[in-house]
């Protein structure tokens, strides 16, 4: 089973960048899948999570909404985060998460091993 994340990158301020995360040994669609984030000296912050096969609902964090986009491709296992729009305050290490419960339910289970985004000013 494992999570892992590609598409980090340094980008200037109001540039896009889309993260992606493939999931093997698991089928991803049956699970919640959330990206969190965390930034050098700050606690870890979920970013989105979906769960539309579970509850059917999907979450942004306040500092996000209308800039990203959480997506699913269930042919390729993969979860995608677009965000457009970045500042310089969206420069964290960007993991994505997976569980069999409902987004906000429990601490995900699985975890991948992180991305690093970099917004330049």
């Known amino acids: 089973v494992q999570l892992v994340e590609s598409g980090g990158g340094l980008v200037q301020a109001g540039g896009s960048l889309n993260l992606s995360c493939a999931a093997s040994?698991?089928?991803?669609?049956?699970?919640?899948v959330a990206w969190f984030r965390q930034a050098p000296g700050k606690e870890r912050e979920m970013v989105s999570c979906?769960?539309?096969?579970?509850?059917?609902?999907?979450y942004y964090a306040e500092a996000v909404q209308g800039r990203f986009i959480i997506s699913g491709n269930k042919a390729k296992n993969t979860v995608y985060l677009q965000m457009n729009g970045l500042k310089s305050e969206d420069t964290a290490t960007y993991f994505c998460?997976?569980?069999?419960?409902?987004?906000?339910?429990?601490?995900?289970?699985?975890w991948g091993q992180g991305t690093q985004v970099t917004v330049s000013s």
């Open positions: 998460a997976a569980d069999l419960t409902a987004c906000f339910t429990n601490v995900p289970t699985y």
């Open positions: 040994g698991f089928t991803l669609d049956d699970y919640s």
């Open positions: 979906f769960s539309s096969n579970i509850d059917g609902k999907t």
